[in-house]
């Protein structure tokens, strides 16, 4: 008679299982249950609201900055190369967006995608030196694209405003006007969550893996028929277009663009979102921006919290944390280079698997 088999444990039989989004049902209901939650989140039930607009502010803030900082993952965690000036063309989205509103009165609906197209040829334009170096040289070169756009941010008064900045319209869809934090929360939560679902299917793919091929070991990637040149260019465009997208929402968000607001600081923010979030890894990108995002915002509150006690009359203690809440950001990427140079996705990873064997995790 013939017995039954029993599945145990998990094993993958085609390369599509071993590279699905979603490894298992309960993963995928788990992301569906999220997505409710942030969509039930700016709701106002009976005057009642779930979540306050202080909430809401940091939800649409970790929004714009997760999409921006995604691309720059693809550019250092998936294809191994160096970006010190992810601000600017984050900023060049920005502008684009509002310029191309404000002088050809395009509708915000279509200026967001066409601002990050006009990103995507400028980071193309800035990648073609990434075909021929790399390294400590290709960081001096996108150090250089940093200064050079943001020169130019300050200069072009026909495309920036100059010095006194520019005026974003308002999201609108079809005549139909966002208005409000909790309207433009929708809008935020939709677009970070096409483009993370983009971002996941590029990877899946044989560009994707072409592109990690690069970072993996370049020498075999070429001698397999990996176009070196093509890839390396082919990422600062990508990491471009997600960096317009996430500036364009920015600039709508705030409805004014300045040109102060993307300088260099803010680069070694995103690299710090992608550091600490896990290079190569899709949900590391937003672990890293939700990190980095309350951080300054828990610092505050621990401060907050020790001037209201006894230790709030010392001078130099709260001197001190305020010190420390701005070096709070750059003490945290040392921290995670040498204690957990994975990154949160990598610790969220051995926190699933303990729970999955437990009680016999070891």
């Known amino acids: 008679m013939a017995q039954a088999l029993t599945r145990c444990g998990d094993f993958k039989t085609s390369y599509r299982a071993d590279t699905t989004i979603f490894p298992s049902a309960r993963s995928r209901a788990f992301a569906l249950v999220g997505v409710a939650l942030l969509i039930a989140a700016p709701l106002q039930i009976g005057g009642f609201s779930v979540l306050s607009d202080y909430w809401i502010t940091l939800l649409i803030q970790i929004g714009y900055l997760a999409i921006a900082a995604l691309g720059l993952n693809v550019l250092v965690g998936f294809t191994g190369q160096i970006s010190l000036g ?16 404000n002088t050809y009165g395009v509708p915000v609906f279509f200026s967001i995608p066409l601002a990050a197209l006009w990103t995507t040829a400028v980071g193309l334009i800035v990648g073609i030196p990434a075909g021929r170096i790399k390294g400590l040289y290709l960081a001096i070169a996108t150090l250089a694209s940093q200064f050079i756009l943001q020169d130019f941010f300050a200069r072009a008064d026909w495309f920036t405003g100059g010095s006194s900045g520019s005026l974003a319209a308002p999201f609108a869809v079809f005549g139909y006007q966002i208005s409000g934090d909790r309207q433009y929360f929708y809008v935020v939560l939709a677009y970070l969550v096409v483009m993370y679902l983009l971002a996941a299917n590029l990877m899946r793919s044989r560009d994707g893996r072409a592109l990690v091929a690069v970072r993996d070991h370049y020498l075999s990637a070429e001698v397999m028929g990996v176009n070196l040149t093509k890839y390396r260019v082919l990422s600062f465009g990508i990491s471009s277009f997600f960096a317009g997208i996430g500036g364009a929402l920015y600039a709508h968000y705030l409805q004014y663009v300045s040109v102060e607001a993307f300088d260099i600081l803010l ?38 919290i020790l ?42 990873r051995q926190i699933k698997a303990y729970w999955k064997l437990y009680p016999f995790s070891y």
Not at 328 to 347: K, Q, S, Y
Request: aromatic share 14%; glycine share 12%.
């Open 86 to 101: 992810h601000s600017a063309f984050f900023g060049f989205g920005a502008f684009a967006s509002a310029y191309l509103n």
């Open 267 to 304: 680069s070694i923010q995103f690299l710090g979102m992608v550091i600490i979030g896990g290079l190569g890894s899709i949900m590391g990108s937003l672990l890293g921006t939700i990190f980095m995002v309350l951080l300054p915002e828990a610092m505050s509150w621990a401060v907050n």
């Open 307 to 348: 001037r209201a006690t006894d230790w709030g009359n010392v001078p130099s203690i709260v001197n001190g944390l305020a010190f420390l809440k701005q070096a709070a950001i750059g003490l945290a990427i040392v921290l995670f280079l040498i204690f957990e140079p994975d990154g949160l996705a990598h610790r969220w």
